[in-house]
């Protein structure tokens, strides 16, 4: 049990008489004889970052799963995802921003869209009478530059080496100029 003194707030008669003191870092006040205490300990605190704490490492300590989250750390360690908390102290997660706006606006045109066409397939119209749904443009896929293909970060690392050495992409030989009849 804790006694009521160690917690106590600091009575009228205390800030009456004076023995309060402000302190230098924190600006919170003390008693005067545990001021320089507080002060070692401020001054330390105020001049170190903290750690970020990691719930995630610390609930999966000694248990089975945690070799598998040290190797997708290993693996993705160029990239690193700090919380908000984290971003706001200054440190960059290394990721794209995020354009919800104009992938917002992509979608309502595309649900505008859909909607015309089921009209006018309801007033009985062909399929074929409408022009082509608009293109949708993701600016975070990557182009594959053999098939022009559009890709996400991680399936275009797969892709585009395969890619590249599929004959499909290859033009064909050129054949001789006259054709046997």
């Not at 507080?38 to 610390?58: G, L, P, S, W």
């Not at 585009?160 to 992409?169: D, E």
Request: hydrophobic share 30%.
């Amino acid at each position: 049990m804790t006694s009521n003194t160690q917690h106590r707030m600091p009575s009228t008669a205390d800030m009456d008489t004076g023995n309060m003191s402000l302190c230098r870092y924190c600006n919170r006040h003390f008693n005067a004889e545990r001021l320089a205490k507080h002060e070692k300990i401020c001054e330390k605190m105020a001049h170190t970052k903290r750690k970020i704490f990691d719930a995630a490492r610390h609930r999966l300590r000694g248990t089975d799963a945690e070799k598998y989250v040290k190797k997708a750390q290993t693996r993705s360690s160029g990239k690193s995802g700090y919380s908000s908390a984290a971003a706001a102290s200054g440190m960059s997660a290394g990721l794209k921003k995020n354009n919800w706006r104009k992938k917002h606006e992509e979608f309502i045109q595309a649900i505008r869209a859909a909607k015309q066409v089921q009209a006018h397939l309801a007033r009985g119209g062909k399929l074929s009478d409408l022009p082509p749904p608009p293109p949708s443009e993701n600016p975070d896929y990557i182009q594959c530059p053999h098939c022009s293909r559009r890709f996400n970060e991680s399936a275009a690392e797969r892709h585009i080496p395969r890619c590249a050495t599929m004959l499909h992409n290859k033009p064909k030989p050129a054949q001789g100029t006259q054709r046997r009849r």
